[in-house]
């Protein structure tokens, strides 16, 4: 049993399905990221668990008390927001201080927290100024120290990042996960930037259309994908067409080791290749295949990413499929556009799936 357990949660709006009985169970203090598309139930989810939404079916369980029933003021979950929601009138002391005042604290204890809370957030010398007199980033450390005065139980949060620029979020991201490792706080994470889940979390959830498809540390969710959809949406992957061959997969005529249980012989399926799983060197303009787990290709068009270069290339043997491939930055001239190259796939964990 885990510390938060959502169990078969069903919700629609209407004739919309939300969520199709979700079980979700998140550990004390774990960093838990729910990553996936608008619209696949992520935020309703969260909505859920804080208590702003009601459940259609399904229980809600916080360290072992069932709390479904439960209104949001005696949940004990902090929640912070993508639109920081801070009171406009009250300086950023005295948006921190709110929920203990709702909670009738001693106004010299709230001023002790809330001042305590601000030095975490790194505004310690902020407690004077107003929203309007913040920057975006201040205003939703602001907003995070508001969640953790009451020291809740769990730390909800809902695309906390997603309206600041990238610098600022970079920074404010690695700051949440410091300051949630400091308290040991149990937070849910609620995001559809990928690179933002797999860089803080523990373990990512990924959601389509109300279902979780998988859930696990951000290795496995990268390098071992269960579904095709997880394959997709998370980094850039290509789908290959493939014949199941038992034990390995014929891709154009080369193979792939790799298991194919639940697919006979014969049958047609595709294969999930990162476009870092594929090496690629120059050939010359009428060269064959110098081995026969080499494929052939045209470059189309490069993309200069930092690091590495991004290839689209066509292949010769594959019906003209356009497959990407990712290669260091630094000879990439030697694989400008028309360039003809030949390709190996070598996937470290090849995921298989129906054709």
């Known amino acids: 049993m885990g510390y938060l357990e959502l169990r078969t949660i069903r919700k629609s709006f209407g004739a919309t399905s939300a969520l199709e009985g979700l079980d979700l169970s998140l550990e004390a203090g774990e960093f838990v990221s729910l990553l996936g598309p608008s619209g696949c139930g992520k935020t309703t989810t969260l909505r859920i668990i ?9 229980r809600v369980v916080l360290d072992g008390q ?5 209104p949001p003021s005696r949940r004990d979950m902090g929640m912070v927001f993508q639109s920081y ?5 009250m300086s950023a002391l005295a948006n921190v201080e709110f929920g203990l005042r709702v909670r009738k604290q001693a106004s010299a204890r709230r001023r002790a927290r809330a001042a305590e809370l601000l030095h ?12 309007h007199q913040l920057s975006g980033g201040q205003q939703q450390r602001v907003a995070l120290a508001r969640a953790l005065a009451i020291a809740p139980r769990v730390l909800l949060l809902d695309e906390p990042l997603s309206a600041l620029d990238a610098n600022v979020r970079v920074a404010l991201r690695d700051e949440i ?6 308290l040991g706080i149990t937070t849910l994470f609620v995001t559809h930037n990928q690179e933002e889940a797999l860089a803080i979390s523990d373990r990512v959830g990924v959601m389509s259309d109300g279902r979780l498809e998988q859930l696990a540390g951000p290795s496995t969710i990268y390098g071992k994908p269960a579904t095709a959809f997880v394959a997709q949406f998370v980094g850039v992957s290509n789908l290959l067409s493939g014949v199941a061959e038992g034990g390995s997969v014929s891709v154009y005529g080369r193979r792939i080791a790799t298991t194919t249980a639940g697919f006979p012989p014969g049958s047609a399926v595709k ?18 295949a110098t081995s026969a787990d080499e494929l052939t290709g045209v470059v189309l068009t ?3 990413l930092g690091p590495v270069t991004r290839l689209s290339v066509r292949l010769e043997n594959g019906d003209g499929q356009i497959i990407r491939v990712d290669t260091r930055s630094r000879p990439f001239e030697e694989h400008r556009s028309g360039t003809r190259v030949g390709l190996v796939l070598e996937p470290t964990a090849p995921l298989v799936v129906r054709a």
Do not use: K, W
């Open 120 to 131: 975490l957030v790194g505004l310690a010398t902020h407690g004077a100024h107003y929203p």
């Open 177 to 182: 996960r410091r300051i949630q490792t400091e």
């Open 85 to 89: 929601s801070l009171f406009p009138n």
């Open 302 to 304: 490069h993309s200069f």
């Open 271 to 288: 294969v999930v290749v990162r476009p870092e799983e594929i090496r690629i060197r120059a050939l010359p303009d009428a060269a064959p």
């Open 50 to 58: 804080a208590g702003f939404e009601t459940a259609d079916g399904g």
């Open 66 to 70: 069932d709390i479904t029933r439960v």
